[in-house]
């Protein structure tokens, strides 16, 4: 049975202001026709098409976009309502995800819940481009995607302060020992005396002249060392991906491998991607290359800690203390899994990327990914594809014979051979995007909503990082 049931909110411009925005197309009502379903009490509303027919004409069905593993699409219908049906599943799996998502959808929005292998791409029958809402991709298998015709997008340079920022709160509270000290009073430990506060703050440390090394130096960890230098750190970083020179202008110290940054570090700090090559990369050959007593923080990607190794050096007080946002299972569980015994632990769930600012810009510029593909060519108009060269290498869509697709549906000549089976005759020429030119479409995007200023954290470039593929560095992981 579904966990969750996919939702399609429609265009609001095409409905008076009585008529419900939203229909429940579950397991529960497998047709496509939304009129013969009404939702279960308390709700009370009228329900609709998809889209009305024109009078006099041809109908002309909107592309159907998808947000995979979420539920709220507010911000994303004011920057598609005009071009796209948008449907959201709130799915953990593609085995959560509804039929006619799977069948008709032409794009796809995503999170970082769902992991698309290739498998689950080829359930896919008429996607065109997914745009992950962050920056990692890891959960994307971008090389199969791009053999099958889809374009994978991502937003690289999003939440770079609210992680930052995160970071370094991990990092004072394992050198200041505030956790600790809050969950003393909290459970009642009378702490007045010398002695009880060196009891329960035992392990606190000054920061200053403190060795921060930090693995990877992408927008994040450019943005967590400029913070930690105002703290009085001294920085040093591991990245093989970056150009030379980049340290001098940071007035960070460069190292040339791994195991020199571990000497040297008092704390390590992990702001690198997920691969095939750094799987597991702190291990415990790795932590006991540490210093003894060293601090360890990961906001980055679970899987590049061995928990069963930290676990076990936390236990023995070979690292002083551990914060991580990430984990190798999420969602994560004290519960379960080799850290729920260990001491000296700081876990939080996957968050550090977190702001109400960061989340409204991440899907308003994802929305606008996705009006890319549908108005204009793929992967040409596409502003962050991350798998541009497998795309160019393989033309997916090649082999479908124009003459079997009808004319009246909107990018339908790009669909697998068997999705659209209809008369052919009278075709127009192809066009490039997904809607044909016969539908007439406005190109000029609604305004972005203003935000407040913020002030720049102190040492804060502001300058505005590089956007687009081909400036991302390879350790830029939300």
Not at 210 to 232: D, M, S, Y
Not at 292 to 302: H, K, P, S
Request: hydrophobic letters at 35%; one cysteine or more; a negative charge.
């Amino acid at each position: 049975a579904q966990r969750n049931y996919p939702f399609f909110q429609n265009n609001i411009s095409d409905f008076s202001e009585g008529d419900c925005s939203w229909v429940d197309v579950s397991s529960r009502q497998q047709e496509n026709n939304a009129e013969e379903y009404n939702p279960t009490p308390p709700l009370t509303m009228k329900t609709f098409r998809i889209r009305p027919p024109i009078m006099n004409g041809p109908m002309h069905p909107r592309p159907l976009v998808a947000l995979l593993d979420g539920r709220d699409c507010t911000v994303e219908m004011p920057i598609l309502k005009d071009v796209a049906t948008v449907a959201f599943c709130d799915a953990q799996s593609t085995q959560e995800i509804h039929e006619k998502v799977l069948n008709e959808a032409v794009g796809a929005l995503m999170y970082h819940t769902i992991t698309l292998m290739r498998e689950d791409l080829e359930k896919f029958k008429a996607l065109r481009i997914i745009v992950r809402i962050g920056s990692g991709y890891d959960n994307i298998d971008i090389k199969s995607a791009g053999e099958l015709g889809i374009a994978v997008c991502n937003m690289p340079a999003a939440s770079v302060e609210e992680t930052a920022d995160s970071t370094l709160c991990h990092i004072l509270t394992l050198y200041r020992r505030t956790t600790w000290l809050h969950q003393a009073l909290r459970e009642g430990t009378r702490v007045q005396s010398v002695e009880q506060i060196r009891e329960v703050a035992s392990g606190a440390a000054r920061i200053r002249g403190e060795t921060l090394g930090l693995i990877g130096l992408g927008r994040v960890g450019q943005a967590v060392a400029l913070r930690a230098k105002a703290f009085g750190f001294n920085v040093i970083f591991y990245d093989p991906y970056l150009a030379d020179g980049v340290e001098r202008s940071l007035g960070l110290q460069r190292v040339t491998t791994l195991q020199d940054l571990l000497f040297h570090s008092d704390c390590v700090s992990l702001h690198c991607s997920l691969n095939e090559h750094n799987h597991h990369l702190i291990n415990d050959f790795t932590i006991k290359q540490m210093r003894q007593g060293a601090f360890l923080v990961n906001t980055a990607r679970g899987g590049l800690v061995d928990e069963k190794a930290l676990a076990q050096a936390l236990k023995e007080g070979r690292i002083r203390g551990a914060a991580l946002d990430v984990h190798e299972t999420e969602p994560f569980s004290f519960s379960q899994g080799p850290l729920k015994d260990a001491p000296n632990l700081i876990c939080t769930p996957h968050a550090a990327w977190y702001s109400e600012q960061a989340s409204l810009e991440m899907r308003e510029e994802a929305a606008r990914e996705i009006r890319r593909a549908i108005t204009g060519r793929i992967p040409d108009s596409l502003k962050n594809c991350v798998n541009k060269e497998f795309l160019t290498q393989n033309n997916h869509w090649a082999g479908v014979d124009p003459a079997t697709v009808h004319p009246e549906l909107n990018g339908a000549y790009r669909y697998p051979p068997g999705v659209v089976n209809l008369p052919a005759g009278g075709l127009p020429p192809p066009v490039e995007g997904i809607v044909p030119s016969a539908v007439p479409l406005s190109h000029t995007l609604p305004p972005p909503v203003a935000h407040p200023p913020h002030a720049p954290s102190p040492g804060q470039n502001t300058v505005k990082p590089p956007e687009g593929d081909r400036e991302q560095h390879p350790n830029d992981q939300l």
